[in-house]
Structure formats: C-alpha cells, structure tokens
C-alpha cells in the first residue's frame, strides 16, 4: 500500500485530496455540532428564563389579591409552547397557588427554597426553571417551570444530515480525484501551449502554470525562469530607449526654454533700460535749467515739478524691482486695516493722475456717496489700482478714455477699471497676469512698461484673497479690470491721521553718516534750513569721532559703508558716553524684512528707504523731540 502511494503522484494527489476533505469535513462537523449544541442550550434557556420571567410579573397581583384562578389563566398562556411540561405558581410559605401541565411532585422540596430566589438546572431531557414573584419591592412567590429540553434527538437529526453530507462530499471527492489523474499530463501541456505562444506573440510576460511540484513543477520553473530573464532583459532595452527618447525631449524642452528665458531676459534688461533712460533725460535737462536759468521764477517751478514727478517714476519702478524680488523669495506680506476703499482709489487716481494726463486721456469716476469699509492693506491695494492705471494709460492710444466705478452688493464691492485701448488678444487673456508679459511689444509705444505691472497686482490681490481678472472683446476693443473686495463693518474705523509736516522750534544737533557725498550734502543742506545744527561724516570711524566732540540728538546713519557698517557703527555709537537718548535712524536702500529686523537688533529706532521725503523725517523728529 505504501508502495501504491509513494511510486504515484496520481495516487498522492487522490490521498491527498480525501484526507483534506476528511480532515476538513470531520472538522467542519464536530464545530457544527459544539456550535448547535452551546447555541441550543442558551436558547432554550434564555426562552424559558424569559417565560418564567412574563407569567411571574403577570402573576404578581394575582397572588397579592388572592386570585388563583387568574394565576391559572396566566399559566394557561404556555400551552402554545408544546416544549413546556408544566408550571407552578408557589407562595411564599410554599404551599401551590396554581398550576399548569403535568403534576410536579408537590411531595418533593420545592427548587426554589433550596436552590436560590431564580435560576435553572438540567436533569438529563428536563430542564427546570424558577423565578421570583415580587411586587414593590416585596417577594409574594415563585413561578416554576419543567420543559422538554430535547438535545439529545436534535444531536442525531444534526448527526444523520451532516454525516450524510459527509458521506456525499466524499464521494464527491473521490470521483474529482480520479478526474485529476487523467490530468497530469496538463502542466506539460500549458508549458507547450505557453511556449507557442511566446514564439507567435513576441510576448515574454506570459507563464506557464505550474501544478506540481515534481519534476514537471522544476520544469515548469526552469521555463518560468527563463521567461522572466528575457523578459528582464527585453524590458531593460526598451526602458532605456524610451529613457533615451524622454531625455533627449527634455533636453530640447529645456532648452528652448532656456532660448525663451534668454531672450526674454534680453528684452526685460533693455526696457528696463529703456524704463531708466525715459526719467534720467528730463533730470538731466531739468539740472541743467536750474544751473543756466536762475532769474525765471516760471522755468525753475516747472523744472522742480518735472524732477519730481520724474523721480518719483523712478522711485516707482525700483519699488516694482524690489517687489517682484519680494514675490519670488516669498517675503511680501500685508498688513490689513479697516479703510474706506474710496480714499484708496483717491490715493491711486492721485498718482498716476499725471500720466494719465501726459497722454490726454478722459478720466471718468464713479464712487459711492457713502464710505465703503474694507479690510485691507491701503498702501498695496492702491498700488494694485495704479498698476492698473498705469497699464490702461500706457496702452491706450493719446486722448483716450477710462474709468473707474465701484459697485457695492449686499457683502462685496467690485471695482471696474475700463478703458478703450489696444485691448487683450484672447490667446493673451490667461497670461497678461505673468511676470514680465507684455501684450504690445511695438517700438512705437514708448512706454511699454517692464510688464511687471500687472503681475504685482495680480499678486496683492491674491495676498488680499481678493479675485482680480481681465475682460477684452479683443484687439483694438479696449480692456476691463475687475476687483472683488469683501465688506466689513465700519465699526472700530480709526480717524484719519493727517501728517504733520510743520518742523518743531527747537533747533536739534543731527549727524549724517553715509558714503555718498552728493546725498550727505544735500541732506546736511535741507536740515540746516530747518535751523538744525548738522555735522557729516562719510565713513563710521570719522563718526565716532565726531559723536564724542558734537553728542548728536539724532543720527541718520548709511547701512552698507566701507570699513565699518552702519549696524557696527550703531552698536559702537550706543556704547559711548552721553549717548542714550541717541536717536539712531538707518537710512539706507535695503528695503526687505530681514533689513528690518538687522536695524532693530543693531539699536536703531527707525528704518527708513531710500528715497526719503521730508515729510517723512519731520514727522520722525517731532515724534522724537515733542
């Protein structure tokens, strides 16, 4: 018999397969009947608690009031459940109330005094439950009861079936056996199947099944492990050539875009040249007004006002610089306040008010009666509406029109500036927005701009959370822009601060520190008019030595000088005798955040940017010395 088993891999694979399913069966069966058995037994438990339970709380006034006859109907209740032999209702001193069923041997000790208040026992094909009879708190009597527990003919109804389905299933078993040993010869087959088909397909990633594990099972290993190496090696080859193909797209994406970025960087250094000569011209002309024509009170005011305005052109396109430096490196912020969104767009119309005039435009606003609050940043959401401006004047032809209306709903306004200009290309709408895209590039525009206008804007706006888009019908149609802003209340608005530019009385002794000659000069001369004393130093070790001699009250010092910077200068002067009342004020081009904080830590009281208004340091004085 062993020798029948071990020399056969069809008589191995039939042992095997109704030892499984024997094993597996007998298992199957033997929890079957654990299950039912510990199933049944709680069920016919819990059902006869729970019918001792109902006749005692349905029997409790009947005892209390002495009614044996409605006791007998309660019990009568369980003649619908055929299991139930008999039931007794017993009194306290436990004599029979009532009954139903069979006689229960009224000659025995009744359960319920011997075995506790409530509970059960079986006895063989019985079981017996009792429960206690109370009401308000008071036991009156017990409820007993004998059922049929019947486990033992449910265990060999259970037996006969499942053994028979035993007996069926192997039988079963056995014929699947006997099919499987005409059938091993089939992984042989699937091997000669799947090597057809990779010879016809070309396909390596096909298998062969394996059924064995036997010498046709290392075969069909061997081939499976064959497959996969040229299936390896096939897939290596075509990976590298589509990495191959991928590198070499990307190369020439890259650079292409290096030729864009190239040329693009071109064409921005050469208007922003174009940007510096345009301001630098009338500044040169006006000078040279000043220098020759002294004696014409008319020439001289127009020569100041075109070198102011002209500077404050430039002032503005460094600002944009700074600012799109401070978009790329993620250090623009804003600082939010409630303000009347008309007093912005005041600000806005303000300044760009002399461009737009320059090119004959038709200014036209539309605002409100009543303020309408906001909670933004007034400083940079005016610069988003003069970029805008700024932009619409540029681009609109001389004597052309714009403008601006609000329009307030229930919980937002929208702002609208319009303009009938060389409007936007529809292939061009989605990226008017982009740094340094500009719609017209002709060279009859003079003032194209650095096409970091829009940009900015678009940027403050998003800082905001305020959505800015444009609208254009097409070229030559004109453009729109629309801003949305969110409403707040006007609650809490803070009185409008006026700067006060009047200079305090009391002469100040001020010291100027900087590197630059002409801006020290020039300084050094407007605070004298003022009546200040002024001393001048253009490096910080001929500083200190002034600070020692003259112990200013103020001190504006350069930050990026030779030798000795102004925070090493700041920190020196602090460390002087008579100096600690000293008001150190950096003025200097460094204009970023990290500046800020570097002053701060140096000890100085105030930072200011390059250009400064005078407005600016005459407030800082009086502020300083009230």
Known sequence: ???????????????????????????????????????????????????????????????????????????????????????????????????????????????????????????????????????????????????KYGLRERLTSYLIILMSGMCGSL???????????????KPIV????????????????????????????????????MLTEVERQTTALEQSNRSLAHEMSERIAAETALRRADARKDEFLATLAHELRNPLAPLSNSLEILRVVKDRPDLTENAHTV?????????????????????????????????????VIRDALESCEPLIKSYGHTLTVDLPETPVYINADPLRLAQVFSNILNNAAKYTDHGGHISVDVNVAHEYATVGIRDNGIGIAPDMLGNIFEMFTQVDQSLERAHAGLGVGLALAKHLAELHGYPLHAESEGVGKGSVFILRVDLVSAEGQPAEEKLDVAMTTASKRIMIVDDNADYATSMEALLETMGNKVRVAHDGFSALDIAREFIPDIAFLDIGMPG???????????????????????????????????????????????????????????????
């Open 1 to 147: 018999m062993r020798n029948f088993i071990k020399n056969s891999i069809a008589n191995k694979l039939m042992l095997a397969i109704m030892a499984t399913t024997f094993v597996a069966l007998f298992s199957l069966i033997a929890a079957v009947l654990i299950y039912d058995v510990r199933t049944y037994e709680d069920a016919a438990i819990k059902d006869l608690m729970t019918q001792a339970n109902v006749i005692a709380e349905i029997s409790a006034p009947a005892i209390e009031f002495t009614d044996p006859v409605s006791a007998t109907e309660n019990l009568q209740a369980l003649r619908t459940r055929p299991s139930i032999l008999g039931a007794s209702i017993f009194t306290m001193e436990g004599s029979e109330f009532a009954k139903y069923g069979v006689d229960n041997n009224r000659g025995e000790t009744w359960p319920g005094v011997a075995e506790g208040r409530e509970g059960f026992r079986i006895e063989k094909d019985t079981i017996y439950a009792w429960q206690t009879i109370a009401r308000n708190g008071e036991t009156l009597g017990f409820v007993y009861i004998v059922a």
């Open 171 to 185: 039988v079963l078993a056995l014929l699947i056996a006997i099919w499987l040993r005409g059938a091993l010869t």
């Open 190 to 225: 699937a091997v000669t199947s799947v090597a057809m088909k990779v010879m016809q397909t070309r396909d390596f990633s096909l298998r062969a099944k394996k059924f064995t594990n036997d010498e046709i099972g290392v075969l069909t290993d061997a081939f499976n492990d």
């Open 307 to 343: 070198m102011d305005r002209q500077l404050k052109q430039m002032v503005r396109l460094v600002n944009d610089l700074l600012d799109v430096s401070r978009i790329n490196t993620g250090k623009l912020a804003i600082a939010r306040e409630c303000i009347d969104i008309q007093s």
């Open 564 to 626: 000795m910077s102004g925070h090493e200068l700041a920190i020196r002067l602090r460390g002087l005798p008579n100096m600690e009342k000293l008001i150190l004020i950096a003025v200097t081009g460094w204009g970023q955040e990290r500046d800020f904080r570097m002053s701060r830590e140096a000890g100085f009281n105030h930072h200011l940017v390059k250009p400064v208004q005078l407005a600016q340091l005459i407030k800082i004085i009086n502020e300083s010395f009230p």
